[in-house]
């Protein structure tokens, strides 16, 4: 379906655009926030397509969060790449979200899967929505300059860390690198997960659960260009041990192509907001930059 372009707002080089369309994969309004980068307004060679980078969010969050405090547009301009950020579950009359009103589970925690249990498999397609549905709708109004299907990366933080790493290991042919900002890397294993997976694809359904665990995916992905994937997470993070616990992603790693190729660095004193992501979006932005051949 056609884009609606709801505001133009100028910032840095470039502008961001709050976009919204209706999503065949989840039945619902979709907002997500593009970011065109100067060189989308600047560029006199249309031939070269600009790459993308694919934010995924965390818990609660909207397109609004990462666009306003990861300071994403400043390194968009300064390497030149559009950014995506789209939001992270389906919303609206009819859309079911968790009975007991929590924030983890439902409305803005759609854990970037395709639900199969009901009711949420009415509306909860978030994995084909992110992955199949959102690229080919930005193409229709962007494609001519910006690529949104060969030349991307993938990134996210928390429930948005997890979608990155997933996405990234079924999907290895096409995204360039993949970064993380204190993901959920065994959600079979944790408290978020098991909450999440046991509502969306059903308590006793562990197959479709390795679908999507990058520490079930990781031992059946080959690595044949030798890629890294970068983690960053605060040694101050309230949720490290109960949820994120990254460090079960470098044991699964182990004798597989990943031993030795995802870098988990811990940052003292950083907790789990966008203070911490901001400070590291500047490394993330070169770790994709060079992987999309900018730099």
């Known amino acids: 379906m056609a884009l609606k372009i709801n505001s133009a707002i100028a910032v840095c080089g470039g502008k961001l655009l709050k976009l919204s369309h209706f ?6 309004d979709m907002d997500v926030n593009l970011y065109l980068p100067k060189q989308y307004y600047t560029s006199i060679d249309d031939s070269k397509l600009i790459p993308s980078v694919l934010y995924l969010s965390g818990l609660t969050c909207t397109p609004q969060n990462a666009s ?27 859309v079911a979200t968790d009975p007991e009103g929590s924030w983890d589970f ?3 925690a759609g854990f ?14 978030m994995y084909d929505y992110v992955h199949k549905e959102l690229p080919e709708v930005l ?24 979608g990155a790493l997933s996405g990234y290991l079924k999907n290895i042919n096409r995204y360039k690198s993949c970064s993380a900002f204190a993901p959920i890397v065994n959600p079979s294993a944790v408290p978020w997960g098991q909450k999440a997976f046991t509502g969306y694809l059903g308590s006793s359904n562990k197959e479709a659960w390795d679908g999507y ?17 970068l983690i960053h997470v605060g040694s101050n993070d309230p949720f490290l041990e109960k949820h994120l616990r990254p460090h079960l992603l470098q044991e699964a790693a182990k004798g597989t192509f990943w031993e030795g190729k995802i870098e988990v660095n811990f940052e003292d004193g950083f907790d ?21 051949g900018l730099i």
């Open 139 to 162: 193409a229709e109004e962007f494609g001519s300059k910006v690529d949104f299907f060969k030349n991307i990366s993938i990134t996210g933080h928390s429930m948005g860390g997890f």
């Open 112 to 125: 970037y899967v395709n639900a199969t249990e009901q009711p949420y498999s009415s509306h909860y397609k």
């Open 23 to 28: 999503s065949s994969c989840t039945g619902t």
């Open 213 to 229: 665990d990058p520490t079930k995916l990781i031992k059946h992905v080959e690595n044949l260009n030798g890629n890294k994937i």
């Open 272 to 292: 789990h907001s966008y203070y911490f992501i901001s400070t590291f979006v500047p490394q993330h932005a070169e770790f994709h930059a060079k992987h999309l």
């Open 68 to 94: 306003e405090k990861a300071f994403w547009q400043i390194q968009a301009d300064k390497f030149g790449f559009a950014v995506i950020f789209p939001d992270t579950s389906p919303r609206g009359d009819g």
């Open 106 to 108: 439902g409305l803005g």
